[in-house]
């Protein structure tokens, strides 16, 4: 049985939650009579139009019984961005601090109170409108870590303009497949950023975009960058030099230039519960991204409460997420969750190893972080590095680590937790998706008895099962399907212009269920465990990523024949790419071909896709069929010889021949 670490007792003594029969209890209701759960909190926030006091959530999940459809609080009107922001200064938060950014320099910092991001964000709300924005329109928004990134989704989010957020590190040609599935309007941009020594260059990869989306007829009315390049230490010639080459540069404006004389004064639209906030694109499993639909209410209830308790948010503490607002993680627990609660949070720009592998643990310091939450893949990263890195910092302030983006190895954990947190600080190791909204399972701080590697329980309202590939629940002790019977407030509602698709991806292979597409295993004590994805999808260092897409960008090489590319483990990343390529008759591989190859994929996705090792093979493991064995290569890429029945498979003899070549190292 694995190590069981009993609650901090500094933690229990102030936490919200104190003891697992509290938990136990709260989380009966949850699923009980969720009318009585969410009421309080709901109070708890502010409504133009007051949600309903019983029947607040009405869905289907049965594809046998028509149309899916999931919802929270109809009736109820409130908008999110009055609730993170205005609700905030009335309750007399208006010259707290916001967020403290923290450049990509040590010595390129900023401030913004409640008040001043109010300001901004009305600001530019009236920069919208003057484009002609209005409700229900789609802007698409693509810039680095910087306070205009927030001020922007709060904005539309304040007009009811639904923002699509596209992350920093995806090609043109990502970026552009977005803007065109969501119908974009008007991008919000920047000229670049660093990331650590390292320049991103995002004006030339918007700049391609636009070109892409006019070459497949969709117009942009509008695009707005800011000049971030050349402030305080970034080594760039001033942004005033950085010159822009769009082919229509009549649409083309800056921030500072539009905001100069906008009003700080712009009125709310008040949204209905289900109307849609923001479509966010996460990798699909036929390559197509998927633009995962989320409505105003139930997701902002949901991310204010998750926020209040699985960080355990008190009114001094001073949180510090890592994640970029291109992921869902930075939505709602860089932005949404955080302000909603009224919380100081520190935001960063930069990389944990620049200029050195203490950079979080100095900021950690610098701002007296109280509250830290990253990925195992950093963790993993900086424990290849001397304690000392970490050791040198106090970390005194620390009272709360949180892990998020893939399931974290035991190993990772006991590190995170020993060395990081002096053996003091609880972690919170989370579980959830683009498409859950916000945290389903995790531990609750000064409750829950941690087991490192373990996501533990689900939060409230959520109600996890396993199954069997039949479909038939195991109870108990097992491994299966981890499915929900049952919505919870922030889930997603659609994939955005694609209910077929979203009821067949998340509801078809088990009526009834949402199906995760994780799968998960249950110990003796009912401690919950994730054990990764079972479908063709990877997570690259967090970053949740198509095989199928990889696949479609290396088959686009003239040299290359086929292609199968599957996910191996790595001491670092969690997961990484694994492919297998089959070159045309007479074409050799070299240097240059692999190269080429890697090229592709950071093209089509971005650079952070870019596979870890390339297999060259005359031939792919394939069925009697035609079908390729991706078992069986998953296998080989991990050099595991225990390949199971072989019985299906058309040439056996291709299988050693696998085995004896040897993959090229990214």
Known sequence: MAALFPPSEDVSRNSHLSSMEEYKKLYQQSIQDPDKFWEPLVKE???????????????????????????????????????????????????????????????????????????????????????????????????????????????????????????????????????????????????????????????????????????????????IAVKHLGSLNNKTA???????????????SFWHDEMKNSSAICDVEWMDAEDPLFILYTSGSTGKPKGILHTTAGYMVYAYTTFKYIFDYHENDVYFCTADIGWITGHTYVTYGPLLNGAISVMFE??????????????????????????????????????????????????????????????????????????????????????????????????????????????????????????????????GYLVFDRPWPGMMRSIYGSQERYETTYFKKFPGFYCTGDGAKRDSDGYLWITGRVDDMLNVSGHLLSTAAVESALITHQDVSETAVVSTPHPVKGECLYCFITLKEGREYNEKVGKELKEKVRYYIGPFATPEYLHITAGLPKTRSGKIMRRVLRKIAANERDLGDLTSLADESLIEKLFQSRPMVN
């Open 238 to 252: 001033n942004s005033s030099e950085v010159k822009w080459g769009m082919n229509d540069s009549s649409i083309l």
């Open 45 to 223: 926030l502010f409504w133009k139009t007051t949600p309903p006091k019983s029947g607040v959530c009405r869905y289907n999940f049965d594809v046998r019984k028509g149309e899916i459809f999931v919802k929270w609080f109809e009736g109820s009107k409130t908008n999110i961005s009055y609730n993170a922001l205005d609700r905030n200064v009335e309750k007399g938060f208006a010259n707290r601090t916001a967020f403290l950014w923290e450049g990509n320099e040590q010595n390129d910092t900023k401030k913004i109170t409640y008040k001043e991001l109010l300001e901004e964000v009305c600001k530019f709300s009236n920069v919208l409108k003057k484009k002609g924005l209005k409700k229900g329109d789609r802007v698409a928004i693509y810039m680095p870590m910087i306070l205009e990134l927030v001020v922007a989704m709060l904005a539309c989010a304040r007009l009811g303009i639904i923002h699509s957020i596209v992350f920093g590190g995806y090609s043109a040609e990502s970026l552009a497949e977005r803007i065109i599935d969501a119908q974009c309007s008007l991008l919000v941009t920047a000229d670049g950023g660093y990331r650590g020594p390292k320049l991103v260059n995002l004006r030339s990869i918007v700049e391609n975009a636009i070109r892409i989306c006019d070459e497949k007829d969709h117009k942009l009315k509008a695009v």
């Open 350 to 479: 930069g990389v944990p190893f620049y200029p050195d592998a203490s950079r979080f643990w100095n900021v950690i310091d610098k701002y007296k972080v109280s509250l830290f939450y990253t990925a195992p893949t950093a963790i993993r990263a900086l424990m290849r590095f001397s304690d000392d890195f970490v050791k040198k910092s106090s970390r005194e302030s620390l009272r709360l680590l949180g892990s998020v983006g893939e399931p974290i190895n035991p190993e990772a954990w006991l590190w995170y937790h020993r060395v990081v947190g002096d053996g003091r600080s609880p972690i919170v190791d989370t579980f959830w998706q683009t498409e859950t909204g916000g945290i389903v399972i995790t531990p609750l701080p000064g409750c829950t008895p941690l087991k490192p590697g373990s996501a533990t329980f689900p939060f409230f309202g959520v109600m996890p099962k396993l199954l069997t590939e039949e479909g038939k629940e195991i109870n108990g002790e097992g491994e």
